[in-house]
């Protein structure tokens, strides 16, 4: 289906082109009263709200009323001189603590902003959802999962945070971490209450008001970056947080980049039978019965426009499904023409080693196992020097 229409805002006369449908997934484009999305602001004001509203209900769940929780944020130490990044860089430890009548938790991320930088700059948060050694605030272990010392050098700031520290990887009954402050809910979940990729994505968003407050951070150019679980975090958090310029995902496959219809690899049953706490219990629905899910992770991506989005692949990840992750971008092109821009810069799929840069959907996939290493982390500060320096 190809359909044009005049945008007197932008400066194009636009030609939106609807790819093919081959797996049957729902439209981003007709709303739920069956009327179709003509238009950037129709897109902003009544399509994206209603598919953040599907995605809260039956997958991610949501945020609980946080109206009564106090938040602080304090630098608890700051270091410069030769020990830290042989003296390029400042790193700043930062508590956040939340409070909610008795009960309190806290959670930590270093920042590292480089020394020599004349104006603000830049900056990556990165998801850690590996072990502290793969972002190591001591820099005594050193990781291709977070080549921090590369991104100073290249100019940009960075902070990353350890998502075990904010809410458990493992089910515990959601008792410890962020889950402290909310026992009502931990005691009597709602279908729709949050899991704990959302609660990631609320950390990311802490780390954001540090960006904010921090002179030498130029917040409207962050870019929040995961892999596998934490690249399906970091879609959400680009996706939640409208402050992200662009949302950075590694390998996140199912329930992340991945269209879910047709995919091979994981599928929700799997996922969710090693990982229920990752979601709201509405997920559970769908298990056996994806035809029937009123999304497909194409919602969870579009939300990134009109900013920027990058996702990347590895040849060797089929329980991730490079096809189906693709797939994905091909399905939110054409949101990105609805804004007069550029999303994808060919529909084919490359070859590996051969990186889309040009458009708003950023894209590589390259050969080896899941992982992020430093080709991906190369490819994603080429973008970013590309679309935000
Ligand atoms: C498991 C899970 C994936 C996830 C991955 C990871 O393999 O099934 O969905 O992406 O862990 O986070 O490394």
């Known amino acids: 289906m190809v359909f044009y229409f005049y945008k007197h805002h932008t400066r194009l006369n636009m030609k939106i082109e609807i790819p093919e449908n081959k797996r049957n997934i729902p439209s981003l484009f007709v709303c739920s009263d069956g009327t179709e999305v003509t238009s950037a602001e129709d897109w902003m004001n009544r399509r994206r709200p209603e598919i953040l509203e599907i995605l809260h209900r039956e997958e991610y769940g949501r945020y609980p009323d946080m109206s009564d929780v106090r938040i602080t944020m304090k630098v608890v130490a700051e270091r410069s001189g030769e020990k ?66 590369t991104i100073i050098s290249r ?106 219809r047709g995919k091979s690899g ?31 992770q194409h919602f969870l991506v579009s939300l990134m426009a009109p900013r920027l989005v990058y996702t990347s692949t590895k040849t060797n990840d089929a329980w991730a499904d490079p096809a189906s992750e693709f797939e994905t971008l091909i399905q939110v092109n054409p949101v990105y023409q609805l804004f007069g821009l550029e999303g994808l810069q060919q529909t084919e799929r490359p070859l590996p080693e051969q990186p889309l840069h040009e458009g708003c959907i950023g894209h590589h996939h390259k050969t080896g196992d899941h992982n992020m290493d430093d080709y991906d982390w190369d490819q994603y500060m080429d973008y970013t020097d590309r679309h935000l320096k």
């Open 84 to 149: 830290i990044m042989n003296g390029r860089a400042v790193r700043k430890t930062v508590e956040v603590e939340s409070v909610r009548n008795d009960r309190h938790f806290i959670f930590s991320f270093d920042v590292f902003i480089p020394l020599n930088a004349k104006k603000p700059v830049p900056a990556f948060v990165e998801i850690c959802n590996r072990g502290s050694m793969n972002c190591d605030p001591a820099r005594e272990v050193l990781s291709t999962f977070y080549p921090a010392e």
């Open 155 to 260: 100019g940009y700031a960075c902070a990353a945070f350890r998502t075990h520290e904010v809410a458990p990887d493992y089910e515990e009954g959601f008792q410890t971490g962020f889950h402290r402050l909310f026992p009502e809910i931990s005691e009597n979940r709602p279908a729709d209450a949050y899991g704990t990729l959302i609660i990631w994505a609320w950390a990311a968003s802490r780390v954001m008001d540090f960006f904010e407050q921090e002179p030498m951070i130029d917040e409207k150019k962050v870019a929040v970056v995961g892999h596998s679980r934490g690249g399906k975090t970091s879609l959400l958090a680009g996706a939640l947080d409208e402050r992200f310029a662009l949302a950075i995902s590694s390998c996140s496959g199912n329930s992340g980049d991945a269209i879910t």
């Open 266 to 296: 994981e599928t929700v049953g799997q996922i969710l039978d090693r990982f229920p706490y990752w979601f709201a219990g509405n997920y559970k629905k769908y298990i056996g019965h994806e035809d029937e899910m009123p999304f497909d």
